[in-house]
DNA sequence: CGCGATTTGTGCACGCCTTCACAAGCGCCT
DNA sequence: AGGCGCTTGTGAAGGCGTGCACAAATCGCG
C-alpha cells in the first residue's frame, strides 16, 4: 500500500513532486469517475465496489483500481471507496478545488454555445470573460458577460486569474490568439479551431476538432460497410449515386509486387 | 508490407473491399493529415516529404511516414509523397468518397451552432436532419434545416440514409437518444451530453466532454502550479474566496504534504 | 552512366497501458 | 473468537504505440 511513490526511492533523498505522477491515462478517465461519483453521491451511496464504479463507467474494474491506486489507497478492502473521499480526493489531484478561471476567445456560433454551457460552471470552471476580434461583438453582452476586445486581454487576464483559454475562433485567428493568451499569460489552452497551434513547452494545449471525430466515425463506417457485406460486390457501398464534390478517383495501390511474400492471416 | 490487398500486381480492377486494419492511433491522426494536406494542395505545392509535413502537423516524421505506409505505398524515395494521391488516398480509407448524412438530436445552445458549424459540410459531411423532443421548437427553422420530432427519427434516418448521429441534449435525454437512434439504423455516435451511453457491440460511439478536456487541464496546471513554485505556497494558490459547493475540505493525504520539488534529474 | 543526395519504408527496442490473477486485508456472522 | 466471503491493491505478462536508425529506392547531375 505504498503511495503514489513512482520506483521505490530512497525517503531520505528523494524529493517527490507536490502530486502523484498520474499516468495521462489515468488523468484522462478521473473526470468520467468524478462524474459518476457525484450521481452515485446524489444518489445517497456512501459506499462503492469497483466492480459497481466500473460497470457505471464502463470501465475495466482492474484499471479504475489501479487508476484510484495511484491516488493513494482510499479503498477498504470488503467495502469499497467511501463516495465523498473519493470525490474530495479526485476533485483534489484535478485542481478542482479553486474554481479557475477561464477566458473564451471568440463569440461566434460556437463560442456563444459555450459561453451557455452549463457544464462548465457546474464543473468547477467560470468563464470569466468572453473575447472577440470583431469590434461589432464588443460590447454585447452574452449569458451575462461583457463581450471585451482582444486587446483587453492582459489586463482582464491578470485581473481575473485566468490560467485557462478557450479558442473558438475561425482557424485562420487561431494562432495569433494563441499567442495573445501565452503573452498574456494563460498557460492552458483549449482549441476549438481545426489548426496545429504553436505554443511554448510551459503550455499545454488540448484540441477538440468536430470535424475530426465525425471522419473518425467514419472510418469504421466505412469499414463496417466493407466487412460485413456478404455480397461482396461493392466497396463503398453507396446507394444513391452521389459522389459529387471531389473526383472519386478509385484507389489505386501502386504498391510495388517486389515482394511476393504474402503473409497469411 | 502488405498491409491490406496485395492488389498491386492483379489488376482485375476488382474493388479493394479490404481495408487496411489500421491503428486507432492512426486513424485519430489521418484526419488531421488531411487537413495539412489540404492547405498544401490550396497553397501549389505538388509533393511534401514526410519531414515537411510531420513539421506542419506536429508530428514524429518516422510515426507519420509509419500511418501512411499503413495506407500503402504512395510516396516516391527521394522525393516525398503526391499531395493530390495522398489526399484521394485518406479520404478513401476515411469514407470520404461518399458525403455522409449526420442527424443532429438536440438544438439548444450547442446544437444550433454545431447545426451551423461550417467545418462539418466543408470535411464531408452533410447534416441532414435536426430533431428535439421539445414540440416547441419543431418546425423552427435553423441554418435552413426543419427541425423535426423525435418521433420522425426512423422515417427520417432511412429516408435520408444517415449513418450518424450527433447528441446535443441533456445527459438525461441522452440514453433515450441514442435508443432511438440504434434503433433506427444509426451505427455511429458522436455524443457531447456529459454521460456514459450503453450501445450494442456494433455501434461506434466517440464522447466530446467539453468539462472533461478542461479538468484535464485543470489537473496540469494544478501541477504546475505546485512544481514549479519555488515559493511555500502550493496547493490552491489563487486567492479570493471560492469553493462555495462542495466543501473545501483539504486532502487528508496521507502521501507527503508538499516537498519543494528540486530540479530533476 | 554512374555517383551522391535525398527520402521512403521498416526492423527493432523501449516504454506505457491494459488485463489477469491472486495474496492481503476487512467486516460480518456464527 | 474464528472463519468466511467480499474487495482492494498489485505483480507479472502481453499488447500497442513510439521513435531511432538504417537499408533500399529514386532523382539529378556531372
Known sequence: MSQHRPTGASDSAGPVPALPDLPEATVAR???????????A????????SEALSTAVRVNSAKLRKDLSHLGSYGTRGVGY??????????YVLGLTQRRAVALVGVGNLGQALADYAGFANRG??????????????????????????DDLPQTVAEES????????????????????????????????????SVPDNVDVRKVDLAI??????????????????????LTTTPGGLAATTTPRLPTDRRRPTEPKAVGP
Chains 1, 2 share one sequence.
Open 162 to 197: 485566468i490560467t485557462i483559454g478557450v479558442i473558438a475562433t475561425p482557424a485562420p485567428a487561431a494562432q495569433a490568439v494563441v499567442d495573445q493568451l501565452v503573452s498574456a499569460g494563460v498557460t492552458s489552452i483549449l482549441n476549438f479551431a481545426p489548426c496545429v497551434l
Open 213 to 234: 471525430e465525425l471522419q473518425i466515425l467514419s472510418f469504421h463506417e466505412h469499414r463496417k460497410a466493407s466487412a460485413p457485406a456478404a455480397s461482396g460486390e461493392e
Open 30 to 40: 478521473l473526470p468520467v469517475y468524478l462524474r459518476a461519483l457525484h450521481s452515485l
Open 125 to 150: 470552471f467560470r468563464i470569466a470573460a468572453l473575447f472577440d476580434a470583431d469590434r461589432r461583438l464588443v460590447g454585447r453582452e452574452i449569458s451575462g458577460l461583457l463581450v471585451r476586445h482582444i
Open 82 to 91: 467511501d463516495v465523498v473521499l473519493l470525490i474530495e480526493q479526485i476533485e
Open 42 to 49: 446524489e444518489a445517497g451511496n456512501d459506499t462503492i465496489s
